[in-house]
């Protein structure tokens, strides 16, 4: 909760700007906090949940450059640990948006039974926003284009709409 309610409320500046003393000392601030193990600490969740996605990004790029690692390496200590996995996600979604929806239609295709309701939620929630860049990950990295990995595990009306969300045969 401590993560979740200020992703969702706080107020993120979308512009392109970039600060980059701020980010230098805001990668040290996430390597003490990281380093400590207080994945909860207010001033690692207020940099994650405040800035720009570009203000973000020259954080953790200083945070590799500078302490050897990325942030999610260094936030792998425990895999099994729900809340850093969370943590996880969350960067890899606010930085990366199209490699993390990529991963999450992969496992939900990928599997023994379509995990529908994880390919519904992103495939409807992202049709009209960042799809065609999702869908270019997805063929990067599955050799496969996404409407044919959908067409071969779905049928139906469920498939035809999927397909029209997707954008049939516009990768």
Known sequence: MELLVPLVSAF???GDDLNMTLAKSEAKILHEKISDKAYSDEELIRILTTRSKAQLNATLNHYNNHFGNAVNKDLKTDPEDEYLKLLRATIKCLTCPEKYFEKVLRLAINRLGTDEGALTRVVATR????MH???EEYQRRNSVPLDRAVAGDTSGDYE???LALIGHGDA
Request: hydrophobic fraction near 40%; charged fraction near 55%.
């Open 127 to 130: 049709a009209e926003v960042d």
């Open 12 to 14: 993120r500046y979308e």
């Open 160 to 162: 035809k709409m999927l």
């Open 133 to 135: 860049r999702i869908k």
